[in-house]
């Protein structure tokens, strides 16, 4: 199963954004779905998590700003992402987490926020 991310894209900052990952087949299993964001040569970090129980978890630099989704049906998995922020800029990833110890990544999508 591969992860598909999409819809980052150069926004001004104040704009909004709404990114995308589908899963090429279904997974099954699925404990967390999460968005993660790179700044180059820093590490990956958690910027949106959901469980399998749907409750969701912000770390304090996006919370009131990004809202995570899915479809369960689907496998996919959203972030609307809003009043963007030159500091949001960076590589978002998604990724999947599955009861079984499953670890799977998107390959990434650019968000650039201009001020």
């Known amino acids: 199963v591969q992860l598909q991310a999409s819809g980052g894209g150069l926004v001004q900052a104040g704009g909004s954004l709404r990114l995308s990952c589908a899963a090429s087949?279904?997974?099954?299993?699925?404990?967390?779905m999460g968005w993660y964001r790179q700044v180059l040569g820093n590490q990956r970090e958690l910027v949106a998590r959901?469980?399998?129980?749907?409750?969701?978890y912000y770390p304090d630099s996006v919370k009131d700003q990004f809202i995570i989704s899915r479809d369960r049906a689907k496998s996919s998995l959203f972030l609307q992402m809003n009043s963007l922020k030159p500091e949001d800029t960076g590589v978002y990833f998604c990724?999947?987490?599955?009861?079984?110890?499953?670890?799977?990544w998107g390959q990434g999508t650019l968000v650039t926020v201009s001020s």
């Open positions: 087949g279904s997974i099954f299993g699925i404990n967390h």
């Open positions: 959901i469980s399998s129980g749907d409750v969701t």
């Open positions: 990724n999947v987490e599955t009861f079984l110890g499953g670890d799977y």
